[in-house]
Structure formats: C-alpha cells, structure tokens
C-alpha cells in the first residue's frame, strides 16, 4: 500500500485501507465470536469477554488499520533512505576515481613530452648516462601514475619517491633555473596514504615559477612522519598573486573533495603563501 501514497494513487490507498479495515473487523469478530470462547473451555484461562462484540470488531479495524499502513509507509520510508544514501555514496566514490583519473591525465602530457625532449638532446649529445637515469625516472612516475594509481591506498614512501622524481625532471625542463631544497624526516615505511593527494600542491608551485609569478625562483619542499601523522610544507617564493594557480586550482579542488572523503576531519590544510597539508594517517 505505500506505493499508492508515493504514486499520489490517494483513491486505490483509500480503497485498500477500506479493505484492510474490513478484514481486521472480521478477524477480530471471528476471535471474539469462536476462538475466544473455546480457549476458554479448554484452557480455563477465562479471557474477559466483550459486552458487545460488534463494536469492538468495529474499532479494531478503524484503529489497526491506519497504523499498520503507518508502519508499513515507514519501512518503505526507511529502506528508500538507506538505498538513496547507498547511492550517493557509489556516485560520490565513482566521482573521486573519475576526478583522480583526470589529475592522471593532467599531470603527465605536458611533463612527459618535455621529458622525451630533453632525454633526446642528452641522446644525441651522446650523454647516454645522463639520458638513461631521465628516462628511468620518467618510467617510474609515469607506471606509478597510470597503475598504482589504481589502488584506493599507496605506500607513503613511493608517493613521495615520484615526486622526487618529478623534481629532478621538472629541474631539468626548467634548465636547472630554479633552487630547489627536499628535506625528508622521520620513517615513511610504513605509512599509506590516498595516490597523487601531494604531487598538485607540488605541480602548482612549478605553474608559479613557469608563469614568472615568483620574485625569487626557489622552493622549499618539507616532508616529516611521526607516529600516525605524516606533514608536508610547500614553501617557495612570495607572490603578490594568489596561492593557487589559475589553471591548477581545479586539481587543488579536487585534492580537498578527495582529503574530505579519504580523511574527513583527519587532516588540516592550509593554502596560504606557505601552502602546507596535514594527513592524519593511521599505519597499517
């Protein structure tokens, strides 16, 4: 019957409520009429008689009915929400992949064609050595962007290893113009943490240097584990412009959806001129 209410088929759950009224009326008069009596025959148990068995029949259909619609009505009511919240818990967690594959595929056209440049004009320099380490390292980053990517969770450490790789690769695009200092304390072996939730904040920096944003071309990179807590400072030169840059400020957007879903109120986040990012992680 809850289906008419939800239909507006007002008529059909009237009728139906008529009907079900009707039949607890009968029920209820049949167990007054010939159940009650013989369980009191048989069983001495003596249950108290109806002075007027007609009018009890009555007021049990016109009372039982409506709740049991009301409980039937609230069920239905209470098994719609789950499934809508089952839902929306499905698109959000397919909205996340669909944004972590669209930072995929940001991160690693403009990088990996500059890359490839470069390895072949230490190639034809002949400076196989140099061009050898580049194109390992550009494997490396570009295997753990399009597979370990993938998975929900990635070792720490390897998140941090590609982006020092793609350090050295962004360095050497840059012409080796830029200062960059990495410091690294504490143990990363044995945390996890949600793949490329650090590498945007590192990307935006390099858009500040590459848009000639920056008053001095250096940057700060500080990462440091303790116990369950894993921090990270992106420090470079000041700007009168804002933090994040136009055309990453979408990435950046998308990191905070993921920090929000992942962490929820296990990180803090600060973009100011010192952008830096805290992640509550718990080993495992």
């Given amino acids: 019957m809850p289906k008419y209410l939800f239909r507006e088929k007002y008529s059909s759950l009237t009728a139906h409520t008529l009907a079900l009224g009707g039949l607890i009326m009968l029920a209820s008069y049949f167990l007054h009429k010939g159940v009650f009596p013989l369980i009191n025959n048989a069983f001495n148990y003596h249950l108290a008689a109806s002075q007027n068995i007609i009018w009890t ?3 049990s259909g016109i009372l039982s009915a409506p709740k049991i619609i009301s409980a039937a009505v609230a069920v239905k009511l209470l098994k719609r929400w789950y499934l809508k919240q089952k839902e929306k818990e499905r698109l959000e967690q397919e909205k996340l992949v669909t944004d972590l594959q669209l930072l995929k595929a940001q991160i690693h056209p403009d990088l990996l064609f500059s890359s490839l440049d470069i390895i ?6 002949k400076d196989v050595n140099r061009a050898s380490v580049l194109l390992l390292k550009l494997a490396d980053m570009l295997s753990y962007i399009l597979y370990d990517c993938d998975n929900t ?20 695009t840059l012409d080796n113009q830029l200062e960059i200092d990495i410091a690294e304390k504490g143990d990363t072996s044995h945390q996890v943490i949600s793949p490329l939730l650090l590498l945007p904040f590192i990307e935006n920096s390099f858009a500040y240097f590459g848009n000639k944003k920056l008053e ?15 921090t990270m400072k992106v420090i470079h030169g000041k700007s009168a412009d804002s ?36 992640i509550s992680n718990r080993c495992k």
């Fill in 243 to 278: 933090v994040v840059v136009a055309e990453n400020r979408n990435a950046i957007a998308n990191v905070t959806k993921r920090l929000d879903f992942f962490y929820h109120d296990r990180y803090r986040l600060k973009t100011t001129v010192e952008p830096e990012i805290m």
């Fill in 120 to 125: 072949c004009f230490l190639a034809q320099k």
């Fill in 216 to 230: 001095t071309n250096w940057i700060n990179l500080q990462f440091e584990a303790k116990d369950t807590v894993f």
């Fill in 153 to 172: 969770l990635v070792p720490l450490e390897k998140e941090i290893k590609i982006i020092r790789d793609y350090v050295v690769l962004q360095k050497i």
């Fill in 57 to 59: 029949s009555v007021t």
